[in-house]
């Protein structure tokens, strides 16, 4: 179990792959400003809304590197054979694509929350959320790379199939952001978050079952 | 006690039925070499023994298993030895035992066609497991290839181990029993 989380940190590490959304993250807060125009009251007001539809397409662009490669190069196959059950191996691939995304993504956020101009406290709330959001966000994609895995052009579709699932997160996130703690959007978050987490390596395991068929 | 046993097993990809019917055991030292024409169902055959496709009918019962098939399993970006040593086993013997010590440094994304197979194979052999499932074994292979191959098969049936292969090659099992399939 340890050795496959290690070995997605690896392979995230490798050519740079966990950069992609850090990089594509803070091209989101760069930009924002300059389509919203340079009114810092209104950044402030908007830019945490803003943040967070950055981390949710961020979180979009792993989608095709964490199953269908290993389920190409038949490693999903070698893990099976040596007794690893489906749904572990996606419980570690889960545990390494947080560790290489959420981490990172709450690094980024303080340069960009001073792109956006946001006050000390909403920082913390976005930070806050993102620790409480991120791993249901790579709990999606892991769930929504097992399902695509195997089929062709699956980029558009994994994305037609997870933004809608990822509302409540956006929602409770950016609420919180917004109206912070008597709102109880980070309990909100905090539920959906940990549904979503446990219940994608069982979704991730029977989807790569399946697709052996 | 068998390695692996097939009984009255049927196997159906697509909504085709490939065959039914299949019953064979495997004991230690013992192989079996699965033969017929393309798309008769033999590299769902070792599938099946491994573990990976459910028979439609019967009953699949095996030991702990080594496969190799089209798929290498190791990682592209990986020099060849680190990346056999991530599954364990002793890498050390099975890269010598293939005759890839001059290549363990070397990046797997560079390994030809020949040298990819015998990496799969060395994949098995470190494996350590009783059973090996090999699909296609010699495709790719060259004269000294094929020469390690048999030497490794035979090693491994008179260390009491059992090996299904499928192949459209001799392999120069001795004493296999041939499954012909279609």
């Known amino acids: 179990m340890m050795a496959l989380i290690l070995r997605e940190l690896r392979l995230a590490a490798s050519g740079g792959a966990a950069l992609l959304p850090v990089i594509f993250f803070l091209l989101v807060a760069t930009l924002f400003p300059f389509a919203v125009g340079p009114d810092g009251p209104l950044l402030a007001r908007t830019g945490g809304g803003a943040l967070w539809m950055a981390a949710l397409l961020a979180a979009l662009l792993p989608v095709d590197r964490l199953v269908e490669p290993d389920r190409a190069s038949g490693v999903l196959d070698q893990l099976s054979l040596r007794g690893h059950a489906e749904e572990s191996i996606a419980l570690a691939k889960l545990a390494g694509h947080w560790l290489s995304f959420g981490p990172p993504l709450m690094l980024a956020a303080i340069p960009a929350s001073a792109l956006m101009k946001l006050p000390p406290d909403v920082l913390i709330r976005l930070e806050l959320g993102l620790l409480v959001g991120t791993p249901g966000l790579a709990a999606l994609t892991l769930g929504v790379a097992a399902l695509t895995a195997g089929l062709r052009r699956s980029g558009a579709l994994a994305g037609l199939l997870m933004l809608p699932l990822a509302v409540p997160l956006l929602i409770f996130g950016a609420g919180f952001v917004g109206r912070g703690d008597e709102s109880g959007a980070l309990q909100l978050l905090g539920a959906v978050s940990l549904l979503l987490v446990a219940g994608a390596p069982f979704a991730a395991g029977a989807a790569i079952r399946a697709g052996r068929d | ?182």
């Open chain 2, 1 to 182: 006690m068998s390695l692996l046993s097939f009984e009255g097993v049927a196997c159906r990809r697509g909504g085709r039925l490939l065959f039914e019917g299949l019953s064979l055991t495997l004991a230690p030292g013992e192989a079996a070499l699965v033969g017929g024409p393309n798309g008769a169902g033999k590299s769902s055959l070792i599938r099946l023994a491994a573990g990976l496709l459910r028979p439609a009918a019967g009953k699949v019962d095996r030991a702990e298993a080594a496969l190799a098939d089209e798929h290498l399993a190791l990682d592209e970006r990986q020099r060849l030895g680190a990346a056999l040593a991530f599954w364990g086993g002793d890498a050390a013997a099975g890269i010598a035992a293939m005759g890839l010590a001059p290549l363990a440094e070397m990046p797997v994304r560079i390994l030809s066609t020949g040298q990819r197979k015998r990496a799969a194979l060395a994949r098995v052999l470190a494996s350590g497991a009783l059973l090996w499932l090999l699909d296609e074994p010699a495709n790719g292979l060259d004269g000294d290839g094929l020469t390690r191959l048999e030497a490794a098969m035979a090693a491994h049936r008179a260390a009491g181990g059992a090996i299904l292969a499928a192949s459209h090659q001799p392999l120069g099992l001795a004493g296999a029993q041939a499954v012909q399939l279609g």
